[in-house]
T-cell receptor
Framework: NAGVMQNPRHLVRRRGQEARLRCSPMKGHSHVYWYRQLPEEGLKFMVYLQKENIIDESGMPKERFSAEFPKEGPSILRIQQVVRGDSAAYFC????????????FGPGTRLLVL | QQQVKQSPQSLIVQKGGISIINCAYENTAFDYFPWYQQFPGKGPALLIAIRPDVSEKKEGRFTISFNKSAKQFSLHIMDSQPGDSATYFCAASISGGYNKLIFGAGTRLAVHP
């Protein structure tokens, strides 16, 4: 059973461009969390999604950030018009049905904004 | 109230020694307290977790001690090994339909041979 997959692993964007980060949860998992980790800091919750539904986006910046988890395909975290402050590691985690506290993390996408 | 405070920021321990990392929280609604281990370039991996109904949980060389009245919990790594060198994060959450983890800032542990 493959773990949580994220791609790309590294992403370089210039200011003003768009960044798309993908997350494929573990097989059988339909719950996805996105967290952001700034350099030398802990992870900060961004958003929690179930298939086709955003359940909690309380940690998402109000502008430029959006997330989706379509019926088919990976979850996508989209950052429009990136700025240097968006440079961070973005992790997604998935949890199995009935075990919301057991979160398995992917390897992360390291975004660098030039 | 949503914060989890973790200390120390960094820790150096000799091989075979005991590593101790501490966390404190304010929100008494938290009822799930996991510890994660993260190696450079990797995602965090769940190490061990505890709920407030017990004061201690042990898994191999890793032990969580939990003090509900003080709102503190700690990770003890016995017989620390160089392979334990990593960053450790405590976290807390409120159980429900989903678990929004609130992480501490992390402790960078280095175990010297």
């Amino acid at each position: 059973n493959a773990g949580v997959m994220q791609n790309p692993r590294h992403l370089v964007r210039r200011r003003g461009q768009e960044a798309r980060l993908r997350c494929s949860p573990m097989k059988g998992h339909s719950h996805v969390y996105w967290y952001r980790q700034l350099p030398e800091e802990g992870l900060k919750f961004m958003v929690y999604l179930q298939k086709e539904n955003i359940i909690d986006e309380s940690g998402m910046p109000k502008e430029r950030f959006s997330a989706e988890f379509p019926k088919e395909g990976p979850s996508i975290l989209r950052i429009q018009q990136v700025v240097r402050g968006d440079s961070a590691a973005y992790f997604c985690a998935s949890s199995p049905p009935g075990q919301p506290e057991t979160q398995y993390f992917g390897p992360g996408t390291r975004l660098l904004v030039l | 109230q949503q914060q989890v405070k973790q200390s120390p920021q960094s820790l150096i321990v000799q091989k075979g020694g005991i590593s101790i990392i501490n966390c404190a929280y304010e929100n008494t609604a938290f009822d799930y307290f996991p510890w994660y281990q993260q190696f450079p370039g990797k995602g965090p991996a769940l190490l061990i977790a505890i709920r407030p109904d017990v004061s201690e949980k042990k898994e191999g060389r890793f032990t969580i001690s939990f003090n509900k009245s003080a709102k503190q919990f700690s990770l003890h790594i016995m017989d620390s090994q160089p392979g334990d060198s990593a960053t450790y994060f405590c976290a807390a959450s409120i159980s429900g339909g989903y678990n929004k983890l609130i992480f501490g800032a992390g402790t960078r542990l280095a175990v010297h041979p």
